[in-house]
């Protein structure tokens, strides 16, 4: 039997092992804005935007002092952070600028606007937003049309103003 999973199904929240608690923190509070909810002596925090319980674990039970992850292996490829607005990605990536933070990519996918970059322990991390439905590229059939262009980073730089 066919099963399709509810659309009001959502995905609750990411836990990664990182190798140095207070130094993801510095990333994903300091830098990108996401508030300290709980944390547990120095092995775990949940962390999230908005007073929610927790968008994002983090724990070094497994993992502290460890290397990252090899690339070239199966795991998580990345989190991905949707910002509400073009506006609130703009303010996120001057962030990252006057950080001096790399990024890894950036790409315009006619439904999303993204940035690509790497935490402390190389774990992928994708920040977006989501344009309106209406403005998804589709076919002449109305089926979805995806693509991958090159972001114009100075425009959305410019949107933060």
């Known amino acids: 039997m066919s099963y399709t999973i509810p659309a009001q199904t959502r995905i609750g929240h990411v836990h990664l092992k990182v190798s140095d608690l207070q130094r993801s923190l510095d990333f994903y509070c300091g830098l990108l ?12 925090a949940f962390i999230s935007a908005g007073g929610y319980h927790h968008h994002i674990g983090l724990n070094t039970w497994y993992s502290k002092g460890k290397p990252p992850a090899p690339v070239a292996a199966a795991g998580l490829f990345h989190t991905a952070i949707v910002y509400p607005t073009r506006r609130d990605l703009a303010i996120a990536f001057r962030r990252l600028v006057e950080a001096n933070y790399q990024l890894t990519g950036a790409s315009d996918h006619g439904v999303s ?3 690509y970059l790497d935490d402390p ?3 992928g991390v994708e920040l977006y937003w989501d344009r309106p439905r209406e403005q998804w590229p589709v076919d002449a059939e109305g089926r979805l049309t995806m693509y991958t262009h090159r972001l114009d980073l100075e425009a959305l730089l410019k949107e933060a103003e």
Do not use: S, T
């Not at 804005?33 to 775990?44: R, S, T």
């Open 33 to 44: 804005g996401f508030e300290l909810m709980v944390k547990y002596g120095e092995e775990a």
């Open 113 to 115: 606007e993204a940035l």
């Open 121 to 123: 322990d190389r774990n």
